[in-house]
């Protein structure tokens, strides 16, 4: 198990990530942010920030995983519902300054083993989401693209709204995932 100071480390690493991306998260802001002594850094991230970063993302993924897995047994309309709240409290309770730090990296790192982490985090949501879509009632053929397509317009709805400083842009998003799940569903 990690030592509380690891984990307040990472902790840290997934918030400055959500504000700030990649290229502006330091050590120095992880420490100050985390409160961590300065020696903490390569005692428990010997690798360096790609270390870190890395032990966020998969900290970051895994409480998505069971965010979206508390939807399990609901109807689609309830997982679509459900799994935009996610992203609202993001933005509610950043009030419009955070996103996803799994995006952050995604865009912005040059690290192949972080773009390609990033990458197994996104298909363990679109994994989850499509079973309980399914079980949700959706069909086999549709429920796979269309968690995909909550994923992008979900991560896409965030960025508008934080470029945008409003709710409107994911809200517009949100409602028309739901549209398009009625249609289908029609």
Not at 21 to 35: C, M, P, R, Y
Not at 74 to 89: E, H, K, Q, S, Y
Not at 136 to 149: E, K, N
Not at 156 to 178: K, T
């Amino acid at each position: 198990m990690a030592s509380a100071v690891a984990e307040r480390m990472v902790e840290s690493a997934i918030v400055l990530l959500a504000r700030h991306g990649f290229q502006k998260t330091s050590f120095s802001d992880v420490l100050a942010e985390s409160g961590a002594p300065r020696g903490s850094i390569y005692h428990h991230f010997p690798g360096g920030k790609e270390q870190l970063i890395a032990a966020a993302l998969q900290v970051a993924g895994s409480r998505a995983v069971q965010l979206i897995e508390a939807l399990r047994g609901m109807p689609a309309t309830d997982v679509v519902d459900g799994f935009m709240m996610i992203g609202r409290v993001i933005l509610e309770d950043s009030r419009l300054s955070a996103g996803c730090s799994i995006v952050a990296v995604t865009v912005s790192s040059g690290s192949d083993e972080l773009l390609e982490q990033a990458g197994v985090v996104f298909r363990s949501w679109q994994e989850r989401l499509t079973e309980l879509l399914e079980l949700g009632g959706m069909s086999t053929d549709q429920a796979g693209p269309f968690a995909t397509l909550m994923i992008a317009s979900s991560e896409g709805g965030i960025v508008l709204s934080r470029a945008q400083q409003s709710l409107e842009p994911f809200n517009a998003v949100h409602q028309q995932l739901r549209h398009l799940l009625d249609q289908s569903h029609q």
